[in-house]
């Protein structure tokens, strides 16, 4: 079945940076690819997704890479603030394990300091 | 309406009890799923409904009983709980095919004594 792998498992910013996360899958079928940012005492809420026929997806400062040949995509937050401070997951979707079931990643937290 | 609810939000029982966690949408999604997440880990997919059927069960322990009685309501079941059992279950919904945005719910805290 499909295994995401995401890294960092922190990372520690100040307020302006740029930050990056990353995530590889090892289902070369899967399809679909969102990013879930989490906040203490909530549930996941998708910030960004791209599909397999798309290289890259941007939405103001948030953008999301996917390389197919590499089966790797990262999520990429420019000028981050602190509001942006959360735990990050990416997910994928494979074609043969069910249309519909996500495999998360172990998630990213993210620190952004004033 | 683009909201996912829950309740409650939190539950404490005891191993004998029996309890249920109630989702519920009004989004015309027709695909509903049950995660569990333990703390510092990624949501857990338990249970997927697709047109009120159980589509996708992964292996759950038969303490957890999911029921979808309608397109807009899902209940999770529970009886005879294990402390190991205490997590954050969060409800999801979606449109039905590949590629459709699942939609969480805030979660249920359940702790299991």
């Known amino acids: 079945g499909e295994n995401v792998e995401q890294h960092p498992s922190t990372l520690s910013v100040q307020e302006g940076d740029s930050a990056v996360i990353k995530c590889t899958y090892s289902?070369?079928?899967?399809?679909?690819f969102p990013w879930y940012k989490q906040e203490l005492g909530k549930g996941p809420q998708l910030i960004i997704d791209i599909r397999s026929n798309v290289g890259e997806k941007k939405d103001q400062r948030i953008a999301v890479t996917l390389n197919k040949t590499a089966k790797h995509f990262s999520l990429h937050i420019t000028e981050t603030q602190p509001e942006d401070s959360a735990v990050y997951f990416c997910?994928?979707?494979?074609?043969?394990?069910?249309?519909?079931?996500?495999?998360f990643g172990t998630g990213t937290r993210l620190l952004v300091s004033p | 309406d683009t909201e996912v609810t829950q309740t409650p939000k939190h539950l404490v029982m005891g191993m004998t009890n029996k309890k249920s966690l109630k989702c519920e949408q009004h989004?015309?999604?027709?695909?509903m799923y049950w995660y569990k997440q333990k703390a510092k880990k990624p949501p857990e997919l338990m249970f997927v409904?697709?047109?009120?059927?159980?589509?996708i069960n992964e292996s759950v322990p038969s303490r957890f009983s999911p029921e979808c009685p309608n397109s807009s309501l899902l209940n999770l079941h529970l009886h005879a709980l294990q402390p190991e059992d205490s997590a954050l279950y969060l409800c999801?919904?979606?449109?039905?095919?590949?590629?459709?945005?699942?939609?969480f719910g805030p979660g249920t805290r359940l702790t299991v004594l």
């Open positions: 999801a919904s979606s449109q039905v095919g590949r590629g459709n945005e699942q939609f």
């Open positions: 409904y697709s047109y009120e059927k159980l589509s």
């Open positions: 289902d070369s079928a899967s399809n679909y």
């Open positions: 997910a994928a979707r494979g074609v043969n394990t069910g249309f519909q079931k996500l495999v």
């Open positions: 989004m015309g999604h027709r695909a």
